[in-house]
Nanobody
Framework: VQLQASGGGLVQAGGSLRLSCAASGRSFSNYPMGWFRQAPGKKREFVAAVSGNGRTTAYADSVKGRFTISRDNAKNTMYLQMNSLKPEDTAIYYC??????????????????WGQGTLVTVSS
């Protein structure tokens, strides 16, 4: 089972990026997935999560109204559209997959599979 995150890069404050997370090795269409991030010197934190069918989402307060999580189960891929980026959004972004289909989890410990991370740098 592999999760491959991509789409990170350098962007100016106020700009946008779209991250992708492609799953391979098994189908995650019935299972929740999420994004976490870790800024330099800080602990990894929850960003957003989406249910298996894509109908239920959850966001950290710091990204509400700016980030949108979605998924395309036909492509076994999850996305994170990030708009109005701020320097404090600078971090390595990790995607993760849960194995319990009946929740939208916000805790790291609820996720069994993790991608390698993609770096997002927002300049001021």
């Amino acid at each position: 089972v592999q999760l491959q995150a991509s789409g990170g890069g350098l962007v100016q404050a106020g700009g946008s990026l779209r991250l992708s997370c492609a799953a391979s090795g098994r189908s995650f269409s019935n299972y929740p997935m999420g994004w976490f991030r870790q800024a330099p010197g800080k602990k990894r934190e929850f960003v957003a999560a989406v249910s298996g069918n894509g109908r239920t989402t959850a966001y950290a307060d710091s990204v509400k109204g700016r980030f949108t999580i979605s998924r395309d189960n036909a492509k076994n891929t999850m996305y994170l559209q990030m708009n109005s980026l701020k320097p404090e959004d600078t971090a390595i972004y990790y995607c993760a997959a849960d194995t319990s289909p009946f929740r939208v989890a916000v805790s790291e410990s609820d996720y069994a599979y993790w991608g390698q991370g993609t770096l997002v740098t927002v300049s001021s």
